[in-house]
């Protein structure tokens, strides 16, 4: 398989895991969907997440594996990952799949927000195959049963992206627009530091509050500066950031754990597998030293990053986030 010939392939492959999310939220009650499957090391497996599982290895024996030889990344597999065709040397490989079947799984399972199915495919490269190395993406909306509407993006490297949405009642299709914000400031709009576990938000709220300081000035009685967006997904965030909607994500949760707690559950490189798309929709993507973001493809990585939705707003937010986080690294 060529690369170009993954976004048919992952397209129906999304649309599946779509479909049957869709139809076990309608048919299913919320205790039911919420009831916890089994713990990982890197998260907890709700009863929501194994309608997807089940349908990934399966679908990539039965639709990929004989065109092309790959190493399927994701939660719930043995080790996090498969070689396939079964018994292929993993060095033998031509691509690695790293695959989120439900990010947001929390809000979806209790119907408050919409979940992504996330995937990004690169070139094998041995185990220090990272997220840099990646040339496709795509990610699908799994929207609340209420929703109707269904948003997929895509990207190549070095061809920008494009995106489609999905009528459910008419099961018609059609191109979107998406762009990021052009607005020169966080003022007014939507900015946010990811703080929505415990064991970061003291952390993670004391860093937002002197970059908003240090960036709009102090706060004034009656006004509000800014706003906060705490969305239980990482491709929900980067489509946030795509959209317009938002302005500024930082999700630093790896840095926000107290020196002395054990880290919580943190974003993981199948979480951001598909933040190509971002940058290819001209977003600005980092790491938390305001480099390239490149963990290597794997479940097991906690990754921290930030979003800008233009050169502006990083202008504007990243050297006060800079300066609040390597003050933090240091006391570690």
């Not at 690695?96 to 947001?104: F, K, S």
């Not at 900015?191 to 102090?218: D, H, K, N, Q, W």
């Not at 054990?262 to 030293?289: F, K, M, Q, S």
């Amino acid at each position: 398989m060529k690369i170009d010939d993954f976004l048919p392939v992952l397209k129906r492959l999304h649309e599946g895991i779509r479909d049957a999310v869709i139809e076990a939220c309608e048919g299913r009650a919320i205790e039911s969907l919420s009831s916890v499957a089994r713990e990982e090391d890197g998260d907890t497996i709700y009863a929501v997440d194994q309608v997807s599982e089940e349908l990934i290895v399966e679908f990539f024996e039965n639709e990929i594996a004989d065109r092309t030889t790959v190493i399927l990344i994701a939660e719930g597999l043995e080790t996090g990952k498969v070689v396939l065709p079964r018994g292929m040397d993993e060095e033998h490989a031509e691509w690695r799949v790293i695959v989120d079947p439900i990010d947001g799984t929390r809000g979806l399972m209790f119907q408050k927000r919409s979940a992504w199915i996330l995937t990004g495919v690169a070139p094998n490269r041995g185990m220090e195959t990272g997220l840099a190395d990646i040339e496709f993406a795509i990610q699908t909306e799994i929207p609340l049963v209420k929703q109707h509407l269904s948003d997929t993006l895509w990207a190549f490297r070095g061809r920008g992206f494009s995106a489609e949405r999905y009528d459910r009642t008419t099961h018609a299709t059609r191109p979107i627009t998406l762009r990021p914000s052009k607005d020169p400031s966080i003022a007014h709009g939507f900015a946010t530091i990811s703080r929505f576990i415990p064991g970061t938000g003291t952390a993670a709220a004391e860093i937002y509050e002197a970059v908003i300081r240090s960036a709009l000035g102090e706060v004034q009685r009656g006004k509000a500066q800014c706003f906060e967006d705490q969305y239980i997904s990482t491709g929900g965030q980067l489509y946030e950031l795509i959209a317009g909607h938002d302005r500024f994500i930082a999700d630093l949760r790896p840095i926000c754990a107290a020196a002395d707690s054990n880290l919580g559950l943190c974003c993981h490189p199948y979480d951001l597998c598909t933040e190509l798309i971002a940058r290819e929709a001209g977003v600005i993507v980092t790491d938390e030293r305001s480099d390239g973001l490149n963990p290597k493809l794997g479940v097991e990585p906690d990754v921290a990053w930030a979003g800008y939705a233009n050169e502006a707003i990083r202008d504007q937010v990243e050297p006060h986030l800079r300066r609040e986080i390597f003050a933090r690294l240091g006391r570690k």
